[in-house]
C-alpha cells in the first residue's frame, strides 16, 4: 500500500486533525513540584524502586503462563534483566 499511496500526503491532514482534537483534550503539564505534594511524592519513589521489568515478567507469567512454563514458574531474574526489552 505504501508503495501505491503517499500515506504523508493522504494522512497528513486527517492525522493533524486528529492531533489537534487530542491537544485540545489534554492536561496542562506543570511541574511536579506543584502537582504532587510529598506524601505523593514519597508513594512515587517507593513505587518507582519496587517496579522493574524484571518484576513485571514475573508477575505476567504467574498469571499468564506460556507454553513452556505450564506451571507458571519463573527463572530468578537479575536487575540486568531489567532493560524494557520488549516488556516480556
Given at each position: 500500500?505504501?508503495?501505491?499511496?503517499?500515506?504523508?500526503?493522504?494522512?497528513?491532514?486527517?492525522?493533524a486533525?486528529?492531533?489537534?482534537?487530542?491537544?485540545?483534550?489534554?492536561?496542562?503539564?506543570?511541574?511536579?513540584?506543584?502537582?504532587?505534594?510529598?506524601?505523593?511524592?514519597?508513594?512515587?519513589?517507593?513505587i518507582?524502586?519496587?517496579?522493574?521489568?524484571?518484576?513485571?515478567?514475573?508477575?505476567?507469567?504467574?498469571?499468564?503462563?506460556?507454553?513452556?512454563?505450564?506451571?507458571?514458574?519463573?527463572?530468578?531474574?537479575?536487575?540486568?534483566d531489567?532493560?524494557?526489552?520488549?516488556?516480556?
Amino acid at each position: 500500500m505504501t508503495s501505491t499511496l503517499d500515506c504523508e500526503t493522504a494522512f497528513a491532514e486527517p492525522l493533524a486533525r486528529i492531533n489537534a482534537k487530542l491537544d485540545a483534550l489534554a492536561m496542562p503539564l506543570v511541574e511536579a513540584s506543584q502537582s504532587i505534594s510529598a506524601t505523593g511524592e514519597q508513594l512515587f519513589h517507593a513505587i518507582n524502586a519496587l517496579y522493574t521489568m524484571a518484576r513485571e515478567r514475573q508477575v505476567h507469567a504467574r498469571f499468564s503462563p506460556s507454553q513452556d512454563q505450564p506451571e507458571a514458574e519463573v527463572a530468578a531474574m537479575s536487575e540486568e534483566d531489567d532493560d524494557c526489552d520488549g516488556l516480556f
